[in-house]
């Protein structure tokens, strides 16, 4: 099983630039990063992870940007969001952010994405938040349409534009694989329908809920007609534990992803190297 990190990078953690650089140098296989433009001063949602909203939140690199610099600065390692909030983003933007990164990172993108939990966040950038995972998709449909044609147009409720062309289009064909977080019922759905991979969280999930989800959602892609060969799953959030990794490796997960906290660079590397150690 392939095993990455994930970190809620800000301008006061260690910088991206060298947390790409020692992650790939000790042999892990991808590094993501999360999204959240703003976070409102004033909010009613709970946090859904329970308890307050961390610091951290606030204050979180762009991950397109971000993304980047790590590129620029590594050769082997893969390089993911976990997770863009899509519709919070301008279509015709994204489509060119994710194209951009893909080329100048040599094919190395893997576009993890979600439609949002924080409803005021949401509210800020007009998302039609009861709808969202509906919008997310038109969305996607949109920018599936721009990678793929030379003189493009889009006309759904949520994104319309008319003939133009918006290159360049991705290195990865037909695009960067696609995975969409969540954790069934109504995931499994929407990674048939428009991804290529599942993205749940752990902490709801253990090795025979991941199973049994795995095995769904194959079997609806064989009646959708789809080949099951390119998908994969991908666990975020993943306990650091070598006999964890195997279980849920056992079950069927491609790749666990394990989360460090947002620490300066004296704290991290040395927890990169332990993790290291203990897990590759």
Known sequence: MKVGIAMFVTGYTINMVTLARKAESLGFESLWVPEHPIIPVHMTTPFSGGGPLPEQYKHLLDPFTGLAAAAGATEKL????????????????????????????GGRFEFGIGAGWLREESDIFAVDFPRRWTQTKEHIMAMKALWSGEEVEFHGKYVDFPKLWCSPRPLQKPHPPILIAGELERSASRVVEYGDGWFPRARNLGPAELESGRKKIESLYREAGRDTAGFTVSLFGAPAEKDSNRAYADAGADRAIHILPPEEEDKILPMLEQMAAELL
Not at 79 to 102: F, H, S, W, Y
């Open 78 to 105: 893969i390089l993911g969001t976990g997770i863009c909030l899509v519709p919070e983003r301008n279509a015709l933007i994204t489509a060119k952010e994710v194209a951009t990164l893909d080329v100048v990172s």
